[in-house]
């Protein structure tokens, strides 16, 4: 499984329940219902004694972005924002989000390619969660959610993957068609409606209904370990056929990423992954992974708002590019 973990960067299993006899969130009667899936939910994970709770209209919108930014909440919750709450893991694995489009969408993610132990965690979180609320189930249907695709087990099941060879050598339509045979669908770094920016795409399943959990996360399975191997493949067919071109492209953006004076998010991710790949190619070397990854959000406009003050695009675009040039300094280096 490790030889897959520069492929398969994350794993991530989520939940959707909703409370048996009250509306979905766009049609909640009062506040009052709000308050008691809030109160019912933050006092069923007391008992886990490992989670910090926001309630969102308590943060500032640039505070939200900088969470959503981090894959941390959703832009329904932050749509919700008079209402939601979330509760975050102090290891910011476990996440619960509450009057997002569900009443309530529990999420696990873990690093590397595993769904089964993101899987066990939020089960147990899941399992006080049943125990202690009336959630609406259907003999038929399973559980009712706000989207119908969502029926069944209620479980998204679905992995981050970094696939600069298989999009680079042209091969990406074939995934994207491949995935749609077989029930699932692609999206792009934060999800439904995202492009695929720096070669990071969300491979997970379309539906649930009629499927277990077990057999959800064996078909996502079996469709990420058959691409991953592709990926493998084309990685080292792009070594061999044209290392020049690639060696060049990516020192390139090594360069740029440490010399830019003005850089801007969409660039950032883009040049990011071309030294991401630079460093699986061997022209490069990473020295942390998990410290570069997390440039990809720490670069982004909201969690820079949180650590710099700038006045406008132009100054936040100068001041992105000195400080991802002093990371990249510090965490990589070249072969």
Known sequence: MEIYDSIAISSRIRLARNVEGLHFFTKLQSDIDAQYITGSVMKTLEKFDSFNFFSL??????????????????KELIENKDISSVAISEDEKIIVMINEEDHIREQCLE???????????????????????????NSD?????????????GMRASVMCFLPAIALSGNLEEVLLRAKEGGLTVR????????????????SNQGSLGLSEDEV???VSEFIYSLCQQEKDLRESLFEKNY??????????????????????????????????????????ITNEQKFQKLYYQGM????????????????NVVRAEYISNKVKELTKEV
């Open 301 to 316: 406009s909201a969690n820079l708002k949180e650590v710099f003050v700038f006045s406008d695009k132009k100054e936040e």
């Open 244 to 285: 020049n071109f690639y060696k060049d492209k990516c020192l390139r953006a090594y360069g740029t990423l440490l010399y830019a004076h003005i850089l801007d998010e969409e660039e950032m991710i883009e040049l990011l992954s071309l030294v991401k790949l630079g460093s699986v190619l061997g022209f490069l070397e």
């Open 111 to 137: 690093n590397g390619f595993n769904l089964y132990k993101p899987y066990r965690r939020i089960n147990k979180i899941d399992d006080e969660i049943l125990a202690s609320l009336p959630i609406a189930f």
């Open 57 to 74: 209209k308590d943060l500032s919108l640039n505070e939200c972005n900088a969470l959503f930014e981090q894959h941390l909440i959703s």
């Open 141 to 153: 249907l399973g559980f009712i959610t706000a989207s119908p695709s969502n029926l069944g087990t």
């Open 217 to 219: 996360i064996d078909k």
């Open 188 to 203: 792009g770094i934060y999800g439904e409606g995202s492009k695929g920016l720096g070669y990071f795409y969300q491979i």
